[in-house]
Each structure stands twice: as structure tokens, then as C-alpha cells.
């Protein structure tokens, strides 16, 4: 399997599933905040509950650039296994908590493990696949993710049937199984650092390894690159918002239940985002082979159905309107989320992929730190549709700031030196 034609496929199954259990794991503590906060009295706070969502955050943001450049260095395989196994294990253990400062610890610790996935991934994805199918593998792995987050919204429905122990025991378990089967069926591409074909290149044929400071001074030194962070960062905001209250603005707007509420959002979020990549994906990579700036357009036309629909998510009180609104959000998401790794192979050079989208998740986990904050105080204050709805307005600013200063070029690989 690993030496057939077809393992770049093969590659974006195996790394779907893991991508499903990323978000997963993470997700589904949005939803049983009501469960929990019977045993736990702290989380009965939203403020509270705010600082253990934004702690995750924190944490996985600052990893994000040290993970990529680690996996710019070695063996990605290994990286991901190793990712996979202790953020399971950290998941199983959630099952175990008994007071708020354990949650709280527990998840910052998730927060170092989680982050050394998503730039590993990515990257490996990349390099398996050529400029004619990257943005669809990409958002077929991205679908992933969406998966999880749909997935999470029933940890709530599983906390009320059995316990909310229970549901971390079962996933923790599953993570932990999956990242054995992984060890067996994962492969890194050759010539990458840490692959056999790298080891068994000469000493004298050998590229110099360039410092971290090297690295740091190349990517920043490229303007595009600045264009490209902002550009990531801008939309995170809504985007972790989805994530991390859409659950609760649906139980607050509609006056249902979370357990009713949580998978409602998620999955509308999820299905609709599947929806945006099976249309993006395609379209990029297509377009990008006519016009270099194709994969440009496609996410700029997602992204801007992001716009109108956060207007209504706010101010939305109807289940028709909602989902609506939610599914409008997914689509334009999915679009604009498969075309960024490969927008990103357009401005940096193929060794320095991991890196630069491990600094882009930095800047997007920041900004989902702090509107995760915020919204927690809104939620408390009766403002969070309000809110929501401003968001639309930093969107207006990435796409009109990408569409007139981004320059792609053909894409860049490695060379050298």
C-alpha cells in the first residue's frame, strides 16, 4: 500500500481520520458545559468556561510555529503519531477531572500535543500532491476536521444519555488505537528529513540545514507572507466562534436545549463546509491552471459568503433562518479553508511550508483565543448575537486586503542551494 500510485489518496484517508479525531476531542467540550458544571461548579460560569476553551487556544497557538518548523526538520510520520497518542491519552485522562483546575491543565496540555498535527499534515499532503489535485486533497483532509466538529456537538447527547466521563473515556480510547494502526500504515515522502532516501543521501551531497533564525528571516522578509497572515487571521475569528459558541447562540436564540442546540450547529457547520470544499477544491485547482491567481479568487468568493451569513447568525431567531445561515457560513468557509496551504505553496518555497503555516495557525488560534474571551463576556452580558454579527466586518477587511496586495507566483519548491 505504501509504494502504490494511489498512497497519495491512501495518505489524505489515513490523515482524515486523524484530522476527525482533532477536532473531535476539542469539540466536544463546547457541549457539555451543562453536564460537566454538575460536578465541576466552576464551569457553570461562562467567563470560566471562556478560560478553558481560550486556554487550549493559547497554548496551541504558540506551539503552532514551533510544530512547523519541527516538522520542516523530521520525520513527519513520527510527529504525527506521537501527536495523535498524547492528545488521546490527554482526553481519556479529561474523563478522570474532578475540579476546575484539572480541565484547565488538562487542556492546556491537549493544546501542545493538538498543535503539532494540523502544519505536519498539511505539509505532507502537499508534497504528495501536485498542483492539479492539492486543493481538493487538501479540503478532502480539511472535511475532516469539519467532521469532528459535527461529531463533538453530540458529546453533549452522549452526556446525557450514559455520563460525560464516558464520552472522553470512549474517544481517548479510540485516538489511542488509531495512532497504533498509524505506525503500521503512515509514511512520510522520500528525500524528506528523517525518510530512508535523506539518509541514504551522501554527506557531500547533503544540504547545509539552515538555523531557525534563517528560516525566520526568509519567510518574514517576504511581504506576501505578512498579506497571508493577516488574510488567515481575519477570518478565525468567526471561524473558532462557530466553533466554540455556535451552540450556545443556537440554544439562546432558538430556546432550545444543548443537547438539541450543539448538534444542530455543528452539523450544518459541518455538512455545508463539505459542501464548500467539493466545490472549491475543484474549482482552484482548475482555475489556478489557467490564471495564477485562481486559487486567489476561489477563497476570496468563499470568504465572502462568510459576510452576510454572520449578519444573520446574529440576529437570526428562527430554526429556517439559523441553519440557514449556518449552512451559507460552511460553504463559504470549506472555500476559502481548502485553498490555503495551497495559496500558501504560491508564496514560500517547499522547505519552509510547515513553518509558515504553522506561524498563519498561530495568528488564526490568537485571534480565536480572543473572541473566545469576548464572546464568553457577551454570552454573560445577553450580547452575543450582536457580536457575532460585528465579526462580519474583519472578513470585509482580509478579502478586500488579499484581493489587492497578495502576489502568487508559480508555485515555489525546493531547490539547491
Not at 525566520?216 to 475569528?237: D, K, N
Request: glycine share 10%; with cysteine; hydrophobic share 50%.
Amino acid at each position: 500500500m505504501k509504494n502504490s500510485k494511489h498512497y497519495p489518496w491512501i495518505l489524505v484517508g489515513l490523515l482524515w481520520f486523524v484530522a476527525l479525531l482533532n477536532y473531535l476531542d476539542r469539540q466536544m467540550l463546547s457541549t457539555m458545559q451543562s453536564s460537566m458544571q454538575i460536578d465541576i461548579k466552576e464551569l457553570a460560569i461562562a467567563e470560566n468556561f471562556g478560560r478553558i476553551m481560550g486556554i487550549f487556544l493559547l497554548i496551541y497557538g504558540l506551539m503552532s510555529p514551533v510544530a512547523g518548523m519541527i516538522a520542516d526538520r523530521i520525520n513527519r510520520k513520527w510527529l504525527i503519531v506521537g501527536s495523535l497518542f498524547v492528545w488521546s491519552a490527554v482526553t481519556y485522562g479529561m474523563g478522570y477531572a474532578q475540579t476546575y483546575e484539572q480541565v484547565y491543565w488538562l487542556r492546556a496540555l491537549m493544546g501542545v500535543s493538538e498543535a503539532l498535527y494540523l502544519p505536519t499534515g498539511l505539509a505532507m499532503i502537499a508534497d504528495f500532491h501536485s498542483s492539479k489535485t492539492r486543493s481538493l486533497a487538501i479540503g478532502v483532509h480539511m472535511s475532516g476536521l469539519y467532521t469532528g466538529q459535527a461529531l463533538g456537538g453530540f458529546g453533549a447527547t452522549i452526556a446525557a444519555n450514559y455520563s460525560w466521563q464516558t464520552v472522553f473515556h470512549w474517544f481517548g480510547i479510540v485516538g489511542i488505537i488509531y495512532a497504533v494502526i498509524l505506525i503500521f500504515a503512515l509514511r512520510d515522502k522520500e528525500g524528506h528529513a528523517g525518510t530512508k532516501a535523506a539518509k541514504l543521501v551522501p554527506d557531500s551531497q547533503k544540504i547545509k540545514k539552515e538555523s531557525f533564525g534563517k528560516s525566520l528571516a526568509i519567510l518574514f522578509g517576504t511581504f506576501s507572507f505578512w498579506i497571508m497572515l493577516f488574510y488567515f487571521m481575519a477570518p478565525s475569528f468567526p471561524g473558532w466562534a462557530t466553533k466554540n459558541w455556535l451552540p450556545t447562540l443556537f440554544s439562546e436564540n432558538l430556546g432550545v436545549e444543548m443537547a438539541k442546540a450543539g448538534p444542530m450547529a455543528t452539523i450544518s457547520i459541518a455538512i455545508a463546509s463539505f459542501i464548500g470544499v467539493l466545490i472549491g477544491g475543484p474549482l482552484s485547482d482548475r482555475w489556478v491552471q489557467k490564471n495564477i491567481r485562481g486559487r486567489m479568487y476561489t477563497s476570496a468568493i468563499g470568504l465572502s459568503l462568510t459576510i452576510p451569513s454572520l449578519i444573520l447568525l446574529g440576529f437570526g431567531h428562527s430554526y429556517a433562518g439559523l441553519i440557514g445561515a449556518a449552512m451559507l457560513f460552511g460553504i463559504g468557509f470549506g472555500m476559502f479553508d481548502t485553498n490555503n496551504m495551497p495559496i500558501l505553496c504560491q508564496i514560500v518555497p517547499e522547505k519552509y511550508r510547515a513553518s509558515a503555516y504553522g506561524f498563519m495557525n498561530m495568528m488564526g488560534v490568537f485571534a480565536g483565543y480572543a473572541v473566545t474571551l469576548i464572546l464568553g463576556s457577551s454570552t454573560d452580558a445577553g450580547n452575543l448575537g450582536a457580536d457575532f454579527s460585528k465579526l462580519a466586518i474583519v472578513v470585509l477587511a482580509a478579502v478586500i486586503l488579499m484581493l489587492v496586495f497578495l502576489k502568487p507566483k508559480k508555485e515555489l519548491t525546493y531547490t539547491k542551494e
